[in-house]
Structure formats: C-alpha cells, structure tokens
C-alpha cells in the first residue's frame, strides 16, 4: 500500500486515527510508570491514600484550665510526699519485698525440681500458699514449670494460673477434618477385633476432605449436625472401651490422640456426660507407664485440674484418679485401673490410710446413684435402667430411683447445634481475681449444699453473746432419748446395734437444706478423715436389650457373668493396693453383696501375697438387701422371657440357684472359720419397691434371702433402693455403717497401729532456710500492709 491510499484510507476513519492515539499514548504512559523513577516522579503529586468520605475528623479534648492546674497540683503534692523521710523508708521496703517474694518463688520452683523427694514435697506445698503473686508472675513461673511439678501442684489443689494454657485456645478443629484424622488412628490399630466390628457397624469410611478451613475462630460459627454429634460421642465411648488395655492406650497416645481428645473436649465443653466419659479415656491412659510428659505438652495437666475444681462430682472423681495415676512422686501413689475410683483422698496426704472402705453397687447401679441421700419422694425402679456413669441423652430410658435423667434437656433431633469456641476459663470468667471453671449447660451433679447461719445483727454484745450461746447449745437435755427415725422393725437377739441417740447429741436435721449425691465421699471423711474410700462401678442390665456396653464388642457379652466379673474386678482391686498393711471394710447392695463374696473366696483361693492379703486383711462386711439365697426376679424369664430377653446377671440371681447356694456354702464355712473375727453386718428390706413399667409393688429381695446365720440382722421399713441412701447423718442406718467400721479399724493389729509414716531423708539446710524466710515473708505481708496507714496517720 502507497503513502497517498494510507492517507485517504486514515481520511475515511477519522475516528480509528483517535482511538489509536489514545491506546498507544496509553501504552506509554503504563510502561514509563513501570520504572522507579517515574513512578517515584509522580508519587509526588498524586495522594495515594484512599478517600474516606465517611471517616470522621480527629476530635480533641480541650481541658479546662482550672482542672488542669488540679492535676498538676497533685502531682506536685505527690512528688513531695514521696521525699519525705516516712517515705524514704517505706519504699525500699516495698522494692525489698517485691523482690524477695519473686526470688522465694523461683527459689522454691527450682528446689520442687531438683531437689530429694521430702525436699520436693515441702516446695511443693509453700508453692501451693503462695497467693500474693500477680498474674505475670503465675504465667513466668507456668513456663518454667517442668511435667513432674505441674503434676505435683495439681494434686495439692493449687491455683489454676500454675498451668499453661491450651494449645490453640480459642479455636476448634473443624468437626469434619477431626472425624477424617480419628478414623485413620483407630484404622491404624487394625485388625483389631473391636475396630473392625466398630467402623463395620457405626464408623464408615469418611470422604476426602476438601477446601475447608483446619481450625474454626471466635468469629466463625457453624452447625454441628445431629449425626457428626452423636458419631463423636460413639467414638469417645468406643475409645473408653479399648483403652482399657494398656497396649492399646500406648498406641493411642504415641499415635498423637492425647491432642484429638483435646479437641473432643473443645467441642463438648457444655456437655457434663460426654466430657466425664472422655475423662474416663484419659484415666485409662494414664495407666500406661512414662505418659506424664505427654499429658504435660498436651495441656492436659491444666484442664484436670480445673475438672477437679468444678461443682460436678463425676468430672471431679476421674480427674482425681487421672492425677493419682500420673504422680509418681507422691510417698502414698496407687495406681487407680478401670472400674475403680478413689472417692477420698482425691488430693496428696501425708499420712497412710489407716482403713480401706471399698463400695461395691447392685444391678443398674453406679457410684453416683446408690450412694446418693435418700430423696424426699418415694422411689422408683425402672426396668429398663442404667448406670449413673454411662447415661447416654439419645436412649429413652429411666435411671434406678430417678426420673429421666435428660427430662427437658435434651437436645432436639430435627437440628443441630452451633459450635462456636468456648472461651478460656482463666481468662474469660473471673471473679475476685480467682479463675472460675466453664459454664456448663448440662445437669450437674453438684457437691454438698451446705446452708450457713446467717450472722446476728444484734448491736448489743450481752445480747449476742447470749444468743450466740442459745444456738450452740443442744436442742434437748442428756436426760432425753431420741429414736432413730428409721428404726429396724425386726432384728435378731445378738444384734449390738444402738437404736436411739442421747437428747444433747441429737442434731434435728428435718428441715435441712443439706444434700449429697455420694455420701460415702462427703459424710464419711468428716467421720473417718484417715481412711481411703474407694468405689467401685462397673455396668449391669436387667435385659439384652439395654446392655449397651457390649455393643462396641462382641466379647464383651460374657463379662456379665458373676464369675467372670468378680475375677476382673479382684485383679483390678489388687492393683489399688487395697488391703496393704490395713482393714477392708466391705459396703455391698443387692449383687455388689454377691461380688464383694466371691471377691473374698476368690483372694483366699490365690496364690499371689498381694492378692491374699484383701481376704486376710478385711475386717467388716456389710450387706445391704444382697439376695443371698437368689431373687424373685429372676422368676421373670420363665414368663415372659421372648418380651425382656433377661439378661446375664438376672439369669444367675434366680431363686435358689445351684451356683449361688454354692457360694453362699462355702462363705459360711469360711466365716465359722478362717473370718471369723470378721465384723458383718445384714439388712433386709421391709417395704416392696415401685416398678415404673408396670406400676406394682415388688419384693425384690425376700427376707429370707437376705438373711445369714453370722453377725447383726436387721429388717428396715425402707424399699430396696433406699437400703443405700440414708436419709441424713443421725439415722440408724449411717450410725451403724460407723459403728462396724469403727469395730474394724480398732481390731488392728498392734504392729500396725504403731507404725507411723517415716521420713525418707533429712532435708538440707536451703529447704529450713526457704520455710523460714517463707514464714517471715508471710508475717511482713500484714505489717507492710499497715504501714502506709500509720504513715498517713502520722503525716497527718
């Protein structure tokens, strides 16, 4: 093309020549702005922050001249008063105090590290009475901490700020990705039986996960649907099942599930239940040898014992014996197996136990159902029940002498529920500078209600001297007699039982606000503080049907039998080291009555010394309505057996059957003669018990039955379920629980009685040296707080 058609082709479109100069001076001017140098040129002339129309102008506080020459004149006033000879004084002793309690405190944490174990415990327990220390320095000290002290200080009840916080706090791992990560631990731990039953029947293959965000935040909120919620709690049960074994329980761990359990824990932190059976997963785990440091890094150390501050007895009692399992350095340490759980001491002591006191519940019993006080309202039994540690919200079923448990908090089956990250309770709930545990949102069985006095407002001192003398004095003279309200209606000619209390030791405790749900763990350590109380729990159905602990495995269906279980649980029992060097004292109700015997037959039988010395050393048995001879509700399978499906334990408790009659022989021949000197004490029930199912009165235990030719006999006028719940403290029932235990523990031995706790090593002289300065720091807390008010009095 020639320059004259180019030129008359550009004539015809002069818009074309437009466009094209616009684009390349365009081009140009991007390319020249791509180098520093222009782009620095024209930073000079263009603003390059973003217009805010809607930002408001910064507004200034203009301080009126009159205040402002007030605050300068008490500056000034301060100044002066700070060089004033008083204050010469006073401020070098307040820098000298801030820095000697630091240094003690580190001192002491050094010496709770490296030192002996008396000096360890000493350092330990002035830790633990330290409470003038700031937030920082509980934080300093948490960081310095080492697994073996963290421990320490958790068994000794010390402050919450001890510990470290919780990795990643404030955030949850997203449900799905945590379901995808539990199923590839437990796929690891094939072919294991139980795995293979569980992912066949309630844990299927989870689909690939993708696109989602790992951990969830404060701001972020989602549903957690029904199904993920329920599969959780299968996992967490079907975890406390195989982590009876210490094998599996080491995998587990050394698979990284201490930090999945962690956040199991983060999504039900509002759920009392499933956290209680988490806590069980832990208990079981801590059993596995060298696993403190794992529970240390992990930050479970920390949230036990918050668990053992909270108001919720069963969170409270498998926190305690988790700790128990992981303090190595405690002079008295057991070792807690499943199915046994120390009721008291739940903390460090320093004395021995002088007297072991074992409970052992009956059929759809538990540790926080039989042993509870007894209702106000008449009971009930459910035929359909279960235990008290292993209630589950999705099945409808009644409770031993309750209603339903979940009655009007259960949670709804069309939805789900938010998850959204529940906040630290060091940091989010705080009351009087004291850390609070978490708010839950599920039913709470708390520890005792104690009413206090209110405080006289009486001016006049004579006045309220003598009222004050009024109420401490006995409602009734020693010249009265006062008959236990549940006085027996029969007992036999040999009892030795006391059936009322003089009128000057009667505490009238009708109208009493006052009530627990485990008395054996807050009545009997004010009677017997030097005792250790253990109970034991284990699980029971009337029917197949509702025996749920043997759906995570088919093996377990043979552990009902009395024998099998009375086996499992001796050896369990021997591994507490009950019965070293002290008494036993047996508390058995209904088919607790029956294990607590073969128990006893079974360690006579062994050839091993630890397990010989729980039948050598009890010293008293007590059996609350235990069916002897057998009960009348086995009779039931002969009639309608297709409908209930009886099950295991109800088949071997029919009346009169061979294997019971020949165990109830061979214990009487060993009470005429190795036990002989063996307190025991029978009660039988006097009064049918109330079936909710069909709504007829029953006997479940005749007297007959519950009657044996040995020691006191007494028939109460109480059901079947409340030979277990005394009604308070005063009753015949509680009186003569003491009076058998006190028989017991006077019958020991003299080497025994005498033997006192010895110390292992003399302390050195830094530990003596660290007590007093303690001590001396203790007492110049108080006057240094009344120093600045003489100084002020004295300025003034």
Known sequence: MSLEELRTTLRRYPKLVGLGGVGILTTAGILLYGSPQARNFFGQYVDKKAPESDKRRAEYIYIKYHIYRESMRKMQQKQEEEKKWISVIINPIGKWWKTAKHSVAWRLLNIAQTGSQPERLKAVQQLVCMDHLKDWDFRHLAQMCDARTAVSLARCGADTRWFMPVHRRGCIKNPKMLLSELHGMLA??????????????????????????????????????????????????????????????????????????????????DDNETLSTLCKVLANMSVVPDVVEHFFTTGWVGTLAEWQQCPDLRLQVVSAKTMANLDHDDPNQCTYPPNVYPLHPRVRTRRKPKADIVFVHGLLGGVFITWRQRDRKPTELGLYGKNAFYTSETDDVFLVGEQKRVNGNKHKKAQGRPLVPAQNATEANKTNGQPKTEGFKDPVLKTIKKVDEEPLKISDAATKEFVETLRSQAELDSDWEVVHPDVPLDANNDCEGKFSVSGNEWRNQESSEEYTNCWPMEWLPDDYPDSRIIGIDYTSAVTEWSANFTKYCPCEKGQGHIDVRASTLLERIAVSDVGNERPIVWIGHSMGGLLTKLIILKSMDSHEPKVQQIAKNTKGIVFLGTPHRGSSIAKWQQHIQMILSPS????????????LLEMHRRFMGCLNTALRHVKVMSVAEGSPTML????????????????????????????????????????????????????????????????????????????????????LLNGAKGLLELLPRVAVRFNT
């Open 648 to 659: 295991i334990e109800v088949k071997e408790m029919e009346e009169n059957a061979p294997k």
């Open 188 to 269: 690891r731990l094939r072919p294991m039986g139980c795995v293979q039953h569980f992912f066949s029947k309630y844990f299927p293959e989870q689909d690939p996960i993708e696109d989602i965000h790992e951990y969830i935040n404060e701001e972020q909120t989602i549903v957690l649907s029904t199904a993920d919620t329920d599969l959780l709690k299968e996992i967490i049960s079907f975890l406390h099942h195989i982590t009876k074994d210490p094998e599996i329980s080491a995998k587990i761990i050394k698979d990284g599930g201490l930090v999945h359990l962690m956040e199991l824990r983060k999504i039900f932190c």
């Open 692 to 775: 909710t199912t069909f709504k007829f009165p029953l006997r479940i235990v005749t007297e007959e039955s519950a009657r044996i030719n040995f020691g006191d006999f007494y028939l109460l006028k109480d059901d079947h379920l409340s030979l277990s719940k005394p009604i308070y403290r005063q009753s015949f029932l509680y009186q003569r629980l003491l009076h058998v235990i006190r028989d017991s523990v006077k019958d020991r031995t003299p080497d025994a009685k005498d033997q006192e706790e010895k110390p292992q090593s003399t302390p050195n002289q830094e530990v003596v040296l660290m007590n007093i300065v303690s001590a």
